[in-house]
T-cell receptor
Framework: GAGVSQSPSNKVTEKGKDVELRCDPISGHTALYWYRQSLGQGLEFLIYFQGNSAPDKSGLPSDRFSAERTGGSVSTLTIQRTQQEDSAVYLC????????????????FGPGTRLTVL | GNSVTQMEGPVTLSEEAFLTINCTYTATGYPSLFWYVQYPGEGLQLLLKATKADDKGSNKGFEATYRKETTSFHLEKGSVQVSDSAVYFCALSDQAGTALIFGKGTTLSVSS
């Protein structure tokens, strides 16, 4: 079936503008994750959604970052008042529940959105 | 807290050479361990995984064994190809299976 899709693939914005990045997880996957990949910091976890539970926001770097997941499927990551240090590739991943404890299974990644803040 | 340390690259090899990329981890409990690969211009792909001690993950000729006694998950391949040139990431997830914690990545370059 279809994999994780993300849009846009590239986004160039000016410092101070808000941006929205979209993620469509694999159908049937209840867990959704956002990560950021940048040259200086490697791959960093941002936020995690699981079903209707409150999201784990422990990785969000500042209150300019927020994310929501509507209807348990599509997710939008919003960055307000973008800064140059926000330039990175934003990756979305999804997984299904598995095992005796219904723990999230292997994460499958989308192609990412490359954000450039001028 | 949990962390992953992998050898820094770049690693440069000739075709058919033996590959080892070292990965060690720090974690409480019994994490799952993964190797992801990122080919040039492409997204992250799962290469292999192991979910408990002594498990061996394997795929495309690559192997890694989950060694709890040495907290390691080294990636090996007996004979690399030019097409294996990519960035390799070691990662772990804790028992709750939430966020993946990644190593910094190792760039492999294979020449013919």
């Amino acid at each position: 079936g279809a994999g994780v899709s993300q849009s846009p693939s590239n986004k160039v914005t000016e410092k101070g503008k808000d941006v929205e990045l979209r993620c469509d997880p694999i159908s049937g996957h209840t867990a959704l994750y956002w990560y950021r990949q940048s040259l200086g910091q490697g791959l960093e976890f941002l936020i995690y959604f699981q079903g209707n539970s409150a999201p784990d926001k422990s990785g969000l770097p500042s209150d300019r970052f927020s994310a929501e997941r509507t209807g348990g499927s599509v997710s939008t990551l919003t960055i307000q008042r973008t800064q140059q240090e926000d330039s990175a590739v934003y990756l979305c991943a999804s997984s299904k529940l598995a095992g005796a404890f219904n723990s999230p299974d292997t994460q499958y990644f989308g192609p990412g959105t490359r954000l450039t803040v001028l | 807290g949990n962390s992953v340390t992998q050898m820094e690259g770049p690693v440069t090899l000739s075709e058919e050479a033996f590959l080892t990329i070292n990965c060690t981890y720090t974690a409480t409990g019994y994490p799952s361990l993964f190797w992801y690969v990122q080919y040039p211009g492409e997204g992250l792909q799962l290469l292999l995984k192991a979910t408990k001690a002594d498990d061996k993950g394997s795929n495309k000729g690559f192997e890694a064994t989950y060694r709890k006694e040495t907290t390691s998950f080294h990636l090996e391949k007996g004979s690399v190809q030019v097409s294996d040139s990519a960035v390799y990431f070691c990662a772990l997830s804790d028992q709750a299976g939430t966020a993946l914690i990644f190593g910094k990545g190792t760039t492999l370059s294979v020449s013919s």
